[in-house]
């Protein structure tokens, strides 16, 4: 039996907010949920894809904490920032990958999901993870969730010319091996790339 | 975008202030004086604790117990008894001038047991030749510092009570 991992299928999302409530129910940030719920294409999908952290293997938010505030523990969880130490700079905001982190500017602290430490480093599964009725969010064995989906898990990942490896996995199609995610393309032309509205880099581009 | 040539030395900063959890020992100045305040107060506060605790218990006693003939110790000088209880030896004196006082015989030095001086008029600790008055019971030479528990006796008739402990 291997140990057990948190995997992330967003296309079984159904868009409940339970995960939401779940977070904010937990004890190290009670009150204030850390997980992002993201809406796609919200004018043509009702389609909803959750986001906790991916707890990267070189975190990048770790990496540009100029006051040294974000660590990782042995079993690899990222943590939120230390209160004594997070100046409220928003670097993590900015450098994070996936848009984790969250600046909370009524304490002046960045707060992000630290997959519930007090319960994971335990055994016990983070909130989201028991309350998801879709299984969208899942805690457990990396040969439960291959005996059990289709898709197959996978932690790699191309922003550009960088690759992140997670601790988080993420459920894809059989052919893929690396979630590749294009950068905005400044040398590219509006009229180059293909016509698609919901386009964030080809939004960029056009400003 | 020109590639970075990466080394797998990191650099001198990077290994001062670790990414991992274990490796970070920075102890901030904040924190550092946080912890020293706090606990110069805990301490503090334990010593008035602990010292008023104890004046609470030692003024509890109130018991009565008769602790001899005052006969006996007319014709001895001093008596030697135990009050409050049986752990607790005591002794009781005629001073020069006629007064009945009595102590805790536990030196406040180092609890040797105290005996009465009769030629000097004193209470004698024979371990470290430490001295108290025997009207008061202040230590007049030696090592210690603290005056001897008095422990209040009375006389009816020819018997003799202990009913209380003054510190």
């Known amino acids: 039996m291997s140990e057990l991992a948190f995997f992330i299928d967003y296309s079984r999302c159904i868009g409940c907010q339970a995960c939401v409530q779940a977070c904010a129910e937990c004890d190290t940030h009670r009150g204030v949920s850390m997980i992002h719920l993201e809406t796609i294409q919200r004018s043509e999908s009702v389609q909803t894809a959750p986001q906790v952290c991916m707890h990267c293997e070189d975190p990048i938010c770790a990496r540009v904490c100029p006051a040294d505030a974000i660590k990782k523990t042995p079993d690899g969880v990222v943590q939120s920032s230390l209160k004594p130490r997070c100046i409220g700079c928003s670097n993590c905001v900015v450098a994070c990958p996936f848009g984790v982190p969250k600046y909370s500017a009524e304490i002046d602290q960045m707060m992000k999901c630290d997959m519930c430490y007090d319960r994971s480093s335990v055994g016990k599964k983070p909130m989201c993870a028991t309350v998801c009725p879709s299984g969208a969010l899942t805690y457990t064995t990396m040969e439960d969730i291959q005996r059990t989906r289709r898709g197959i898990p996978i932690n790699s990942w191309k922003f550009g010319g960088e690759e992140v490896r997670t601790k988080v996995y993420v459920m894809v199609p059989k052919a893929v091996e690396r979630v590749d995610v294009d950068l905005v393309q400044i040398t590219a032309t509006p009229s180059a790339l293909p016509e698609d509205p919901y386009d964030v880099a080809l939004m960029l581009e056009g400003m | ?167």
Request: aromatic letters at 8%.
């Open chain 2, 1 to 167: 975008m020109g590639e970075e040539p990466r080394t797998d030395q990191a650099p001198k900063w990077r290994t001062d202030f670790p990414i991992e959890w274990e490796g970070d020992h920075y102890v901030g100045r904040r924190e550092m004086v946080k912890f020293l305040t706090l606990g110069s107060l805990i301490l503090a506060a334990a010593n008035w604790v602990t010292a008023l605790a104890g004046k609470m218990m030692r003024r509890s006693v109130t018991s009565e117990k008769m602790i001899g003939a005052a006969s006996e110790l007319e014709s001895k000088g001093s008596m030697l008894f135990r009050y409050p209880t049986d752990q607790d030896p005591c002794i009781a004196v005629r001073t020069g001038e006629g007064k009945l006082v009595a102590y805790s015989q536990v030196c406040t030095h180092l609890s040797c047991a105290v005996v009465f001086d009769k030629s000097n008029d004193q209470l004698v600790c024979p371990c470290h030749r430490g001295s108290f008055n025997v009207a008061r019971g202040v230590p007049t030479g030696g090592p210690p510092t603290r005056a001897l528990p008095r422990i209040v006796v009375e006389q009816r008739g020819d018997q003799l009570f202990a009913t209380s402990v003054e510190v």
